[in-house]
């Protein structure tokens, strides 16, 4: 089997899926703008061949690189990136090299736009706020009028993490508009609640191998804006809600081999023709794993190997459903280097030194959400999770 994987390098700890995938014996080639000098040894060690690219947003470049992989070793069986950003590019070149494994291109858009998610959302009956696309000022305020502030207005299309915005009242919504950035966007109703992600891994019909639960700070956005300091664990077991709604939104979106992150909001009131305070709503769909080091904390959490369930999927078209051990909560707690902290890297190392099992200084792009050090540690209960992020997270 020939898989080329996009951007293996990047985040660092993706290089596992083509560790796994070389284990399993599928010939792996990478295919990215990083040097081949810069590579990990062991993710060289993994790859068959690699081939640089200046830019991987010029598609001919992209073209002529899974041109030259076919040419030298035959029929191309997948293209990966477990990238939302290369969401696009992948499913180009898959429909161009007569690819049929992962997304194609008529496909993309319910899972790039947040307009067109709604549809599939409606479609598998899973509940979600009301949202319009955003035109002009006068029917903002005429959706305002009906679903009340605050509202939440994001981009259509992309990374919407630094363009949303929480609108609390007409004088910042008219402000909105006078500073609006180009491109599409959306309003969205409001749902005040917990952030929950259903991260599963499925096969080739659609059926979940791996799932999980992973809970979030109710504003990311918050947390970036303000550069607040940042804590979420991945959960000991799934709520069975949750667990339906998630293989109810794979199934309404058509969802199948792939590594999928599923966001929801456990509602913190009611919410006419929405839910329950309790329930869950959908807020988006993403076709890759959860970001930062979310797979590794599923590892922690639940004693398994996901970069190897994925593999499995692929190379072996594995459809047995993996139950981990259910070990406890994996948290993680991160510090800013623009705070001072009442405890200092060794106390707090030295105090859960057991516990700790992944600790590290964050660089590049990330640390805007992440912070400039992480800390990721297990315990078998809610309460000690907390205790844990307090005393990291304790400030002078």
């Not at 996009?6 to 596992?16: D, I």
């Not at 305002?144 to 939440?152: K, L, W």
């Not at 609640?193 to 799932?211: H, K, N, R, T, W």
Request: proline letters at 3%; a negative charge; one cysteine or more.
């Amino acid at each position: 089997m020939n898989l080329i994987f996009v951007h293996p390098e990047f985040p660092s700890n993706f290089k596992n899926f083509c560790i796994a995938l070389h284990k399993d014996g599928v010939n792996v080639l990478g295919l990215g703008s990083a040097s081949y000098d810069d590579l990990d040894p062991d993710l060289r060690e993994a790859l068959s061949e690699y081939y640089r690219v200046d830019d991987m947003r010029d598609y001919d470049q992209m073209f002529r690189a899974v041109a030259f992989f076919s040419f030298k070793y035959g029929k191309i069986d997948w293209i990966e990136s477990n990238a939302d950003h290369w969401l696009d590019i992948d499913a180009k070149l898959r429909e161009d090299f007569n690819i049929k494994s992962g997304v194609q291109g008529n496909e993309v858009l319910r899972f790039r736009s947040k307009h067109e998610m709604k549809k599939f959302y409606l479609k598998g009956e899973i509940p979600t706020a009301r949202q319009e696309k955003l035109t002009d000022l006068a029917a903002a305020e005429k959706f305002v009028g009906e679903v009340g502030y605050p509202v939440i207005v994001k981009p259509d299309v992309g990374d919407t993490s630094r363009l949303t915005r929480k609108i609390e009242n007409e004088k910042a919504l008219k402000r909105f508009f006078e500073e609006r950035p180009a491109g599409d966007f959306d309003i969205e109703q409001f749902l005040d609640g917990q952030v929950c992600s259903y991260d599963a891994i499925l096969d080739s019909v659609g059926e979940p191998l791996f799932e999980s639960e992973t809970v979030w700070p109710s504003s990311l956005v918050k947390v970036m804006t303000e550069q607040l300091d940042l804590r979420y664990y991945v959960a000991a077991e799934v709520p069975e809600e949750l667990r339906k709604l998630g293989r109810r939104t794979t199934k309404a979106f058509g969802m199948k081999s792939r590594f999928v992150h599923l966001e929801f909001i456990r509602l913190a009131e009611d919410y006419e023709g929405i839910g329950k305070k309790g329930d869950f709503a959908g807020l988006e769909v993403n076709m890759r794993p959860a970001g930062g080091y979310t797979t590794d904390m599923m590892n922690f959490a639940h004693s398994t190997d996901v970069y190897q369930i994925w593999a499995d999927m692929i190379a072996l078209d594995a459809r047995v459903l993996s139950c981990p051990k259910k070990d406890g909560y994996c948290v993680y707690a991160g510090r800013r280097d623009r705070y001072s902290y009442v405890h200092s890297d060794e106390e707090i190392r030295k105090r859960y030194q057991s516990k700790i099992l992944m600790n590290t200084r964050m660089t590049g792009m990330f640390t805007h959400l992440l912070g400039n050090q992480m800390y990721a540690a297990r315990f078998q209960t809610k309460p000690e999770i907390d205790e844990f992020a307090d005393f990291v997270q304790k400030k002078r």
